[in-house]
């Protein structure tokens, strides 16, 4: 249930990321709203990581290199794979309580 949950909040992200990077000239925004979604998305699923990186980095490529023709926004693919590794490294640190003493 939840990488059912984590995969529609990545697809939705994804596609509303293509669609605002269409709409604006503000591509570091854009990259870095790809890195914080995908890292927020992944601490709901950690062991998916690669499939949230994956629909929130493709949407935006696919729509870029369609209308446009050039390859160059598959970088966004690199900012959605490092906030997906952040978030799944992020939801291994256990904070332990300290002992009363």
């Excluded at 490529?61 to 952040?86: D, K, M, W």
């Amino acid at each position: 249930m939840r990488t059912a949950i984590a995969a529609a909040l990545a697809a939705m992200s994804g596609l509303y990321l293509a669609y605002a990077d269409r709409h604006t000239d503000d591509t570091g925004i854009v990259a870095g709203l790809l890195a914080l979604s995908a890292l927020v998305i992944t601490l709901v699923a950690p062991t998916r990581w690669w499939l949230v990186a994956l629909l929130v980095g493709l949407p935006l490529p696919i729509v870029e290199t369609a209308l446009n023709r050039t390859p160059g926004p598959f970088v966004a693919l690199v900012f959605a794979l490092g906030g997906a590794l952040l978030g799944a490294g992020l939801s291994r640190i256990r904070v332990r309580p300290e002992p009363s003493g």
